[in-house]
């Protein structure tokens, strides 16, 4: 079936530091690959999204690169600021209006 | 203006009562959805519309019945509610039903059953 799996959190970072979180998919066909972003008490918003292998997707300073040969598409993010303070999630869609997301990696970072 | 509104945004019930949250959206989407969040933030979906016709029912009991009278509204009723329907839900659009379109998120209804 798909899924996907991310890093577990909770990840905690100081100001300034390099982000990584982990994502890699098991999907039929050719899914397309998003990363959204939860703020405290609000909806997820997108933060960016590949849809074939070998896209990058960037956005506020973060990128994930599509990796089909690893079916992974990692989250980085070179200087973290305190902002950056939220849950994130790995999410694909393989099949029209479903979208199959991760279990969320919760951010910290400390100033 | 809100992209996508639900109210109410805290709802607290008794077990066995019937409860509706209303969502709207002004993006001019085709497609509308209903997720449950639970305690520990997975996010799961549970129903699709597009153009107020049903496309997705993820094996949600039929004590959830979603209802859209309109492409701008999609409503979810909730009968005989049970502690486990304890969570937040999330309504969203999207421009159309494609794998790489984005879903625009509301706010979030957290639901308590007491």
């Known amino acids: 079936g798909n899924s996907v799996t991310q890093m577990e959190g909770p990840v905690t970072l100081s100001e300034e530091a390099f982000l990584t979180i982990n994502c890699t998919y098991t999907?039929?066909?050719?899914?397309?690959l998003f990363w959204y972003v939860q703020y405290p008490g609000e909806g997820l918003q997108l933060l960016l999204k590949?849809?074939?292998?070998?896209d990058k997707g960037s956005n506020k300073g973060f990128e994930a690169t599509y990796r089909k040969e690893t079916t992974s598409f990692h989250l980085e993010k070179g200087s973290v600021q305190v902002s950056d303070s939220a849950v994130y999630f790995c999410?694909?869609?393989?099949?029209?209006?479903?979208?199959?997301f991760g279990s969320g990696t919760r951010l910290s970072i400390r100033p | 203006d809100t992209a996508v509104s639900q109210t109410p945004k805290y709802l607290v019930t008794q077990m066995g009562n019937d409860k509706s949250i209303k969502c709207e959206q002004n993006l001019g989407h085709d497609t509308m959805y209903w997720y449950k969040q639970d305690s520990k933030k997975f996010l799961k979906i549970m129903f699709s519309y597009n153009n107020k016709e049903l496309i997705i029912n993820e094996t949600v009991p039929n004590r959830f019945s979603p209802k859209s009278p309109d492409k701008a509204h999609l409503n979810l009723h909730i009968n005989s509610l049970e502690l486990g329907d304890s969570a937040v839900y999330f309504c969203?659009?999207?421009?159309?039903?494609?794998?790489?379109?984005?879903?625009?998120f509301g706010p979030g209804t957290r639901l308590t059953v007491l």
């Open positions: 969203a659009s999207s421009l159309d039903r494609g794998n790489t379109d984005t879903q625009y």
């Open positions: 999907a039929t066909g050719y899914p397309s």
């Open positions: 999410a694909l869609s393989v099949r029209p209006s479903k979208i199959i």
């Open positions: 590949a849809t074939k292998a070998d």
